[in-house]
């Protein structure tokens, strides 16, 4: 052990599972764990919703809610979630100190100027002219089509009052996994002592989706489980809205204010590879080598997004390595995308804090578990680029 090891002390968690850890552990270890699904709203697309959300439980002020859009208030959401779960809400002193990092997409794009804007322009030809005329007129204040990345930051800092350094992450799966690694790496070299570090993602707008459609990764069968779609008809992801905040603090920081930790972060290992070039599989195994994993039995909770190729490969590198144990739980909450990793780290840690693995989300696919899981393998395999990996132990 070591001052400066970095442990987990609070969570926040949303998804169409429910709020909070308490919502989700019960979800998840129930004996049959089951999907809350929307086939019809964006048919022929599924989508994992949001639960119903009172968000004044953690954005009191009316005027903060209006000012954001729900990806924002659900980001803010949650990380009032994980301050309140480590103690930390009402403690001003120590929010104003704390750092924090985020993962954040491109924002919601505001989609009715975005069609009169392709309205217009199936009437006239000087696109040129007209793009500039709608960009100076109906531009949000931010001066862009959709909310920049940082405010999902800033509005962290106004409404919960935590002051210290801030940054922010793009990148899809890859923005998440660099939030956690980095957040790490402060804490492990005295740079931060306390943090709080997360992203969000709201799938419950077109232009989110288009975004994945595009390049042909939405699936549009009927629902199968993540590791069941590779060959089903167009891509393999189902997406869904969800939030994952931690707050992390050196175990030195933590005892001192006698706070509990849920479990300790590990190694975690990032690289983006020429997919291309060489198969991937091969680079995920590199990847686990050299986590240094334990030898017996080791539970993953992968967030595979069910991506064909990046899927497969996920699949092909923890079978090669013989003890892996793996739970995909966007077969529960849907890809998160930039909250791929922070919810995987979450849920690693309730499985280690609780001592119990959870259940086989695919009884098709996932092996059973028996046994206390001491340590657990956290993923998060880009659908179409970047992996992560880290490992979560007992505190």
């Not at 301050?83 to 100190?97: N, P, R």
């Not at 603090?249 to 972060?265: F, L, T, V």
Request: proline share 5%; aromatic share 6%.
């Amino acid at each position: 052990m070591s001052p400066r090891d970095v442990v987990i002390t609070g969570m926040g968690i949303v998804s169409s599972l429910g709020e909070g850890v308490d919502a989700h552990w019960k979800a998840l270890t129930a004996a049959k764990p089951a999907p809350v699904m929307d086939p019809e709203r964006f048919a022929p697309y599924t989508i994992h919703p949001l639960p119903e959300i009172d968000w004044s439980q953690q954005i009191p002020r009316r005027g903060d809610q209006r000012q954001m859009e729900t990806w924002q208030r659900l980001g803010t959401y949650a990380a009032g979630l994980a301050l309140d779960d480590a103690g930390l809400k009402d403690d001003e002193a120590l929010c104003s100190s704390m750092d924090m990092v985020v993962a954040a997409g491109g924002g919601e794009r505001d989609e009715t100027v975005d069609e009169a804007i392709l309205n217009a322009s199936l009437s006239r030809n000087d696109h040129d002219v007209l793009l500039n005329e709608k960009l100076t007129t109906e531009l949000r204040p931010t001066l862009f089509l959709a909310q920049l990345s940082n405010l999902l930051a800033g509005n962290i800092s106004i409404v919960h009052k935590v002051t210290g350094s801030s940054r922010t992450f793009m990148g899809e799966e890859g923005a998440g996994v660099s939030a956690i690694e980095t957040a790490a790496a402060r804490i492990r070299s005295g740079q931060s002592s306390h943090l709080l570090v997360g992203a969000a993602f709201q799938t419950e707008h077109s232009d989110m989706l288009l975004a994945y459609e595009l390049a042909g990764f939405l699936h549009r069968e009927n629902w199968k489980p993540v590791w069941q779609r590779e060959g089903a008809q167009g891509g393999g992801v189902i997406t869904g809205s969800g939030a994952a905040f931690l707050v992390l603090e050196s175990r030195e920081h933590a005892e001192r204010r006698g706070r509990e930790a849920y479990a300790a972060i590990g190694p975690v290992v990032s690289r983006r590879s020429r997919r291309k070039a060489a198969p991937l599989a091969g680079d995920l195994s590199a990847m686990l080598e050299a986590l240094s994993l334990p030898e017996g039995p080791l539970m993953s909770v992968s967030g595979a997004s069910g991506a064909h190729e990046a899927t497969v490969a996920e699949a092909e590198a923890m079978a090669a390595k013989g003890n892996i144990v793996p739970r995909a739980f966007s077969s529960l909450t849907g890809h998160l995308k930039e909250a791929q990793f922070p919810f995987a780290v979450a849920l690693a840690a309730l499985a280690v804090h609780h001592g119990k693995a959870f259940p086989a989300f695919d009884p098709e696919k996932e092996a059973a578990f028996d046994g206390k899981p001491e340590a657990v393998l956290a993923t998060a395999v880009g659908y179409h680029c970047f992996e992560g990996m880290g490992v979560v132990t007992r505190a």
